[in-house]
């Protein structure tokens, strides 16, 4: 049973940087495209950005140029690197496949102040 466990969120102010973890016990990543997702408040889980390999990976409009999508397949983990964060990104973010495949984890809370 594949288990996804996210770390790495907190609070932050505008324009800080931050770091999220994802690791899937019982999932190669090497056989996957994993992906980032996030869940705002009031609205709908929404694609951040997806690695297809080490040099294929996709960002939603809103992230492109802040964020970085990153994996270790050797340690089974899905990374995030946040950059120039703004209060819009407040949300939990969580990961999973690209077609999401599997169930939720609890995921990771980032909150940015302005």
């Known amino acids: 049973q594949v288990h996804l466990v996210e770390s790495g969120g907190g609070l932050v102010q505008a324009g800080g940087s931050l770091r999220l973890s994802c690791t899937a016990s019982?999932?190669?990543?090497?056989?996957?495209?994993m992906a980032w997702f996030r869940q705002a408040p009031g609205k709908e889980r929404e694609l951040v950005a997806g690695?297809?390999?080490?040099?294929?990976?996709t960002y939603e409009n809103f992230v492109k140029g802040r964020f970085t999508i990153s994996r270790d397949v050797a340690e089974s983990t899905l990374l995030l690197q946040m950059n120039n964060l703004e209060p819009e990104d407040t949300a939990v973010y969580y990961c999973?496949?690209?077609?999401?495949?599997?169930?939720w984890g609890q995921g990771t809370q980032v909150t940015v102040s302005s």
């Open positions: 019982g999932l190669a990543f090497s056989d996957y495209h």
């Open positions: 999973n496949t690209l077609s999401q495949m599997y169930d």
């Open positions: 690695i297809i390999s080490d040099t294929a990976t």
